[in-house]
């Protein structure tokens, strides 16, 4: 993966709305962590294609605007619309060792851009229950081991 920036690719395949391009720039198991559904973390290349295959769906105008960082983490603000309505998104992005996308941890903003974003993805996933059950019951599982140390 020398000299390929996949956090650039990752940008530019959302803008494009290319899933297959998004999810080249994931890690095995790579992980996003939900900032609308509780605890919810969705991970692996199956379960990542179809929440983000419903989130571009849904979104209109994604441009991402400024990224700040190195060494394998990094922040990139991005804005879009949903249902007509401005959302913003700084989210952090950390990357393992071949540069690949390992995980994503986006933090949504305003309050009313958010909220309509929740209401329009959620029946969209709520269509693939395996995929919502995963992205509960794993990190449940995780949080029981991390409490357990």
Do not use: Y
């Not at 960082?69 to 990357?95: F, H, N, S």
């Not at 309509?116 to 081991?145: D, E, Y």
């Amino acid at each position: 993966m020398d000299d390929v920036d996949m956090i650039a690719r990752f940008c530019a395949a959302t803008e494009a709305g290319d899933i297959d391009a998004v999810i080249e720039t994931f890690a095995v198991d790579a992980e996003l962590v939900s900032p609308l559904a509780g605890r919810a973390v969705f991970r692996g290349h199956d379960d990542l294609r179809v929440l983000f295959a419903a989130l571009l769906t849904t979104l209109s105008g994604l441009t991402w605007r400024h990224r700040v960082g190195g060494a394998g983490t990094a922040v990139a603000v991005a804005e879009a619309r949903v249902v007509g309505v401005r959302i913003g998104d700084a989210m952090l992005i950390e990357q393992d060792i071949d540069g690949r996308i390992r995980r994503l941890t986006p933090h949504i903003r305003p309050w009313l851009g958010s909220t309509l974003l929740a209401a329009v993805l959620g029946p969209k996933l709520a269509r693939h229950p395996g995929v919502v059950r995963r992205s509960l019951l794993r990190n449940r599982t995780s949080i029981s081991a991390e409490s357990a140390r």
